[in-house]
Structure formats: structure tokens, C-alpha cells
């Protein structure tokens, strides 16, 4: 028989335990959440030393959103409905930014670092929330410390693109995804955030129907014994039940994607923003070779060499996600993972590269591989919890080696300097010079559409198609930058004339169809174009007959010359 004593030191002992445990808990958390705030803090200031980037197509989304914000419409020039931005949900989120004061220039960088360190964060939570054992804490510390080391994202998070912000939404929408999969939570949340995601890059419809088809496969196959072996898992519901949650996973992704098809259809005429179909076509001829000859083709393009460099930069740990395919526990969320990063990939190699620097359009696949890393560590490493603490320390140490070694390779730009702050400066002036200047009746004819056009405010026609849907339609194909159409651009007979070469003002004056106006236009040579001296100096030409000519000349504080003379003396002519 028990004896009250008895009970109440067996009681004492098992409140001692549940504090101990309770204290233990607390401490890791403790040091894990500091841990975390400190690779966020990284992050930050991994993001800070690029600070001084700028580039000139963030300013495109920037002017749609001033023009939505002044009740123009989502354009980028006023009266003409063209949708020039392939990021609809980023021009209104900052034409509201705008319509409250916050100029788009300020809250595009500051909406960008705060996706970034958001990444880091969700990186961490989407290892904890699919390992449930101790090792969960330095695995997902691991994630995190990849990705804020990761130089794509660090880039992109300041320049005030949708790149680190587009990232952060696929990422939550395979977090959803994944705890759906688990424990069935988050049926209807991951398809509208994918819907969001859809509608801050084209490549977010792709990407749900890749989850979408992932879903139904994995619902579809857990009815069968092998499925079952595979995934585990609960009873699948009736076939009924089934197409019901279908349906309406699909529905919900629609709800939130399919009024921005409407409106674009009603508003702008197509179904696909501008700016797509201006960089659509690049494997037009690969499709027309015979299947042998076109994969060699496709083999040898930019978008092959662009994501070889890409595997290159993560070194070894390009395989340590594959141990996770071997784990009931890890298999589908691998399986996820590693199909997303491999669309990821496929988007560069079919659009034949990206001319932005830095690997813009894999930076969605940084987050998502370093958690497959994660859970690849964990299946080829751990095969049972370890009860305590101490247990842990080579396993950690190994991991800290195998991330070291991950994030060295990804971190690859060190000591960063944008090349481009004495021409962004003098654009930034030119724009704000033009616009005291500008006249109604101006047109701007450029394949920089960005920073000056922000600035002038003038009517501008984009000779690379992003902007006019004549070009982007009819135009013939100019590498991964868009389309051209030099005939269309000339009978504009634009007031100004600025490209970001000058070997491109050469080559309108050997235009045939330029012939008859050779001699309508002056270069406007400026203090601060005359201070340049790289190779990428941009020379105005302005047309002879504008008027009010004196006033512009004045207040650029410039000179007038011939085009011809002024190529003479860059030894192009």
C-alpha cells in the first residue's frame, strides 16, 4: 500500500522533472530566438551593402504605381492603357505607399529588405514545422543562416523590385502547402497565397499548378498501398469528397487571381502583361528544329550556362537534399521542394537567360532548396531523437560545417560597389531637368524606361516593346531584352532620342529608314555627360525643331552639336 509520503515525494519528483524540462524548454528557446534575431540582423546588413543599387526597370513598376496613386490608372504612360509591369500586385501596394506620402522610391527597398529578413525567418519555422525532433533547432538555423547569406537575395532586397518580395510569397505558399500535406491545416490559405504570388509575377500561375498537381497526385496515390508505404498518412476521403476539395482548392486560387485576368482583359486588352509578350519568343526557333537538334540548341543557350553557374555556387550540398527522399517524414515536402526549384530553374533556360545581373529569376529557388538541405541533413543523420542535449553537439558541429561551407558559396560578392552611381546620379538630374522643361507635346524615344522617365514625367516611347504593345506584338526579337522595331520608332519622330549606348545612336544613323532625318536632330552634350567615361555614357539628341529649345539648352547647361560629330570624337563615326 502507498503511503501518503510516498505519494507526495513521487509527486515532488515529478514536479521537479516538469521544471527541469520547463527550464530546459525555455532556455533553448531563448537561445534560438537570439540566434535567429541575430541571422536576421545578418541578413540586414547583408542587404544594406548593396544599398547603392539601382536599377532602371525598378522604376517602371514605380511609375504605374504613381499613376495609379493620381488616379491615371496602372500605366506608364497617362491615356494609354499598356501594362508595362509584369508585378500588378507591387504597383498598387505602392501607389497606396504614394497616396500616403511614401514616395514608391522609399517603400520598394524598404517592402524588399523586410521580405528578405522575413525568408530568413519563414526558412526557419518551414524545417521546425516538418522536423519535430531536438535536431529541428539547428536544422532550421541552418536554413536560415544559407539564406541570409544568399548574394541573389541580399542584391535584389534593396533595389525596390518585386524579386525578394515575390520570393517570400511562393515561400509561404509551400510552407501552407506543407502543413496541409502534414496535418491538413491550411486547406484554402496556401492556394490564395499562391494567388498572390500569381499576381506579383506571371510564373505564379505555373508554380500552382505545379502544388495543385502535387496535391491531387499525392491525395490520388495515398487510395493505393504503395501510396500509402510512400507517404503514409491518414484514410484519403471518398472520390466525391474528393473532387469537392478539388474544386475548391482550385476555386480559391481563381477567387484571387482570376479578377485581375477580368480587368486585365477589360482594361488592357490581353491576357498576359505587355511586358511578357515583349520577352516572349526567345525559343521561337529552337521549337522549329527537328527534337534532336533542338535540345543541343537548347543545351548550349544562356539559360543552360546561367543555371550551371547557379548548381555551381551551392558546390556539394546540390546533393544533400536527396537523403530526404528516403524518410516518410521528409519524402513529399523533398519531393516539393526539389520540383519547384527545378521549374524554378526551367523558367531562365526557356526564356534563353535573363540580362539582369545576379541570377534574378532563381532567387525563389534559394529559400526552398536550403530547407531540402535541411531535411536531407536530418534523413541521412539522424536515425533516432536524441534524448539529451549534450547528444547533440557532433551532429551540430557537422551541420555547422556542411552550412559554412553552403552559405561561403553562395555569399560570393564581398565587397560590393555599384558600378553605375555616376550614371544613375546623372540620370537622376537629367530626369528632374527634363521635367522642368517638358512640354505637352515632348515624346521620349529610349531603351531605358526607367529612372529618367520616372523623373521627366514625360511621355515616353520604350523602343525595346515593354511599354508599347505595337512593339511588343509585331516587333522582332532582341536577345532576352524584348523587341524592336526601329521603322515603328522613327515615324514617331520622337522630340528626344536617348539609348544607353551610344553605339545605338550610330546605329540609327545607318538606319535606311532614318535617312530622311539625319539631319533633324542636335546632340545635347551636358556637363555631366561630357564627365563620363565608360563605355555606357548616354547622349541626348534632341530634335532641332522643338521649341523653346534656348530654355532647354539653359537649363542643362549644355551645348548643342552633331550627332555625327559627336560619334566622330568617340571614334564611332
Known amino acids: 500500500m502507498v503511503t501518503f509520503t510516498e505519494v507526495q515525494v513521487r509527486g515532488r519528483a515529478a514536479l521537479d522533472r516538469l521544471l527541469r524540462r520547463a527550464r530546459s524548454a525555455s532556455s533553448a528557446t531563448l537561445i534560438v530566438t537570439v540566434m535567429l534575431l541575430v541571422i536576421a540582423g545578418l541578413a540586414v546588413a547583408h542587404a544594406y551593402a548593396f544599398r547603392a543599387t539601382e536599377l532602371d526597370d525598378a522604376y517602371i513598376t514605380y511609375r504605374h504605381a504613381e499613376n495609379l496613386a493620381k488616379f491615371q490608372g496602372p500605366v506608364f504612360n497617362p491615356g494609354e492603357r499598356v501594362e508595362g509591369s509584369s508585378t500588378f500586385s507591387l504597383i498598387v501596394v505602392l501607389a497606396l505607399s504614394s497616396w500616403l506620402r511614401i514616395p514608391p522610391t522609399v517603400a520598394g527597398p524598404l517592402l524588399g529588405v523586410a521580405a528578405f529578413v522575413c525568408l530568413v525567418l519563414l526558412s526557419y519555422a518551414s524545417v521546425t514545422l516538418i522536423v519535430r525532433d531536438r535536431t529541428r533547432y539547428a536544422l532550421g ?62 510564373e505564379g500561375v505555373a508554380f500552382f499548378g505545379l502544388l495543385f498537381a502535387s496535391w491531387l497526385g499525392r491525395r490520388l496515390l495515398v487510395r493505393t498501398s504503395f501510396g500509402k508505404r510512400l ?23 481563381v477567387l484571387v487571381f482570376g479578377p485581375l485576368l477580368v480587368f486585365r482583359l477589360a482594361y488592357y486588352g490581353a491576357w498576359v502583361p505587355n511586358s511578357v509578350l515583349a520577352k516572349s519568343g526567345a525559343m521561337d526557333p529552337v521549337r522549329q528544329l527537328p527534337l534532336g537538334e533542338a535540345f543541343d540548341a537548347l543545351s548550349r543557350g544562356q539559360g543552360i550556362a546561367m543555371a550551371g553557374e547557379f548548381l555551381a555556387k551551392w558546390g556539394m550540398a546540390v546533393i544533400l537534399p536527396l537523403p530526404g527522399l528516403l524518410r516518410a517524414r521528409t519524402r513529399y515536402a523533398t519531393l516539393v521542394l526539389l520540383a519547384f526549384s527545378a521549374a524554378c530553374i526551367a523558367v531562365p533556360v526557356w526564356n534563353d537567360g535573363d540580362w539582369f545581373p545576379n541570377f534574378r529569376l532563381l532567387t525563389p529557388v534559394v529559400a526552398p532548396f536550403a530547407i531540402a538541405i535541411a531535411l536531407g541533413l536530418h534523413a541521412a543523420l539522424v536515425r533516432t531523437e536524441p534524448r539529451r542535449w549534450a547528444a547533440l553537439a557532433p551532429f551540430a558541429a557537422l551541420v555547422l560545417l556542411l552550412t559554412w561551407k553552403t552559405a561561403d558559396g553562395l555569399f560570393y560578392e564581398r565587397r560590393y560597389e555599384f558600378p553605375h552611381t555616376q550614371i544613375t546620379n546623372y540620370m537622376r538630374w537629367l530626369g528632374r531637368t527634363l521635367k522642368s522643361v517638358a512640354r505637352d507635346d515632348d515624346l521620349y524615344a529610349t531603351d531605358m524606361v526607367g529612372i529618367i522617365p520616372y523623373y521627366s514625367g514625360l511621355r515616353t516611347l520604350d523602343v525595346l516593346g515593354l511599354c508599347d504593345p505595337h512593339i511588343a506584338r509585331h516587333g522582332q526579337r532582341f536577345g532576352a531584352m524584348g523587341k524592336t522595331d526601329w521603322k515603328y520608332v522613327i515615324e514617331r519622330k520622337p522630340t528626344y532620342y536617348q539609348f544607353n549606348f551610344p553605339e545605338w545612336v550610330k546605329r540609327l544613323y545607318g538606319d535606311p529608314d532614318f535617312a530622311s532625318q539625319v539631319d533633324d536632330y542636335w546632340a545635347l552634350l551636358t556637363p555631366g555627360y561630357l564627365a563620363t567615361e565608360t563605355r555606357d555614357r548616354k547622349l541626348l539628341l534632341v530634335r532641332k525643331d522643338r521649341p523653346e529649345l534656348e530654355r532647354l539648352v539653359k537649363a542643362t547647361n549644355g551645348k548643342l552639336v552633331d550627332p555625327r560629330q559627336e560619334l566622330r570624337r568617340l571614334r564611332m563615326w
Open 141 to 202: 538555423l541552418a536554413a536560415a543562416t544559407i539564406v541570409a547569406a544568399a548574394t541573389p537575395l541580399a542584391y535584389y532586397a534593396p533595389t525596390g523590385m518585386e524579386t525578394t518580395s515575390y520570393a517570400l510569397l511562393v515561400l509561404l505558399g509551400l510552407y501552407l502547402h506543407l502543413a496541409n500535406a502534414l496535418d491538413g491545416r491550411f486547406a484554402r490559405a496556401w492556394p490564395i497565397v499562391l494567388g498572390l504570388a500569381a499576381l506579383t509575377r506571371p
Open 231 to 253: 507517404f503514409g498518412g491518414s484514410e484519403p476521403p471518398p472520390k466525391r469528397a474528393l473532387l469537392r476539395e478539388a474544386l475548391g482548392t482550385f476555386g480559391w486560387f
